[in-house]
């Protein structure tokens, strides 16, 4: 079970990474991603919608039938989302109004209609559960590492009024990494979110071509030593 837990971490956290890997879920990422702040409070909300979905799609999976799944999906999908949008409103009520509209387009975002399909309506409970929740880092990694790049770029600062957007338990994030600067006001404007996300995809390839080299090699080295013996 440990094994398999481990895998669906690794693709949800890297390999098969919503932003990452399959390029899905764009809008969102691009728009609220401005400060690192406003990322992390949309990748939690999205990782919560996310593994509630999954959990209730796991346990009624059996008692939906199979011609009407997709509007059942999407019809628990709203739910959901609809009570995330008013628990924020509630309770983080500036993070609410600055994520504004992109809240409820949380329903519209395809990477949770497709793990309820592809996974959380074929598996037990307890792997739903976990892969909403990987699926859900990753998607969040992807926005605050996407942010942080934007904001430090942008005005040389990192989670920049984090305490008034997620409450005083996250003034310790606030940081000011270059003083006095002035900033970089492309990365702050849409076509700066463009050119850094595909700075960062860049990268990854890179990363994933240096990784997948490794092994290779390491198999290499291991056969002329297995002849001898």
């Given at each position: ?48 919608v ?16 199979p011609?009407i ?63 909403g ?55 702050a ?8 996300l595909g700075?960062?995809l ?19 080295l ?8």
């Open positions: 079970m440990s094994e398999s837990l481990s895998k669906i971490a690794k693709e949800g956290l890297w390999s098969n990474n919503i932003v990452f890997s399959q390029s899905i879920a764009l809008c969102p990422l691009l728009a609220v991603t401005g400060t690192t702040a406003n990322g992390l409070g949309m990748g939690l909300a999205t990782t919560a996310l593994m509630v979905c999954n959990l209730l799609i796991s346990y009624a999976r059996r008692l939906i039938p011609e799944r997709i509007p059942v999906f999407v019809a628990l999908i709203a739910m959901v989302v609809t009570l995330v949008d008013m628990a924020m409103n509630a309770w983080l009520h500036e993070l609410h109004k600055v994520l504004g509209l992109f809240i409820p387009l949380i329903v519209t975002n395809c990477a949770i209609l497709g793990r309820a399909e592809a996974y959380a309506s074929r598996k037990p409970p307890v792997y739903a559960l976990f892969d929740l990987m699926m859900g880092l990753g998607f969040t990694l992807a926005l605050v590492v996407l942010g942080a790049a934007r904001e430090v770029t942008g005005s040389g600062t990192l989670f920049a009024n984090a305490s008034l957007l997620l409450g005083q338990g996250f003034a310790w994030l606030e940081t000011t990494v270059v003083p006095e600067y002035r900033g970089f006001l492309l990365m404007l849409p076509p700066g979110g463009f050119l850094m700075f960062i860049a990268g990854k390839r890179m990363l994933d071509k240096r990784l997948a080299r490794v092994p290779a090699g390491a198999a290499a291991e056969r002329p030593l297995a002849e001898n013996l």
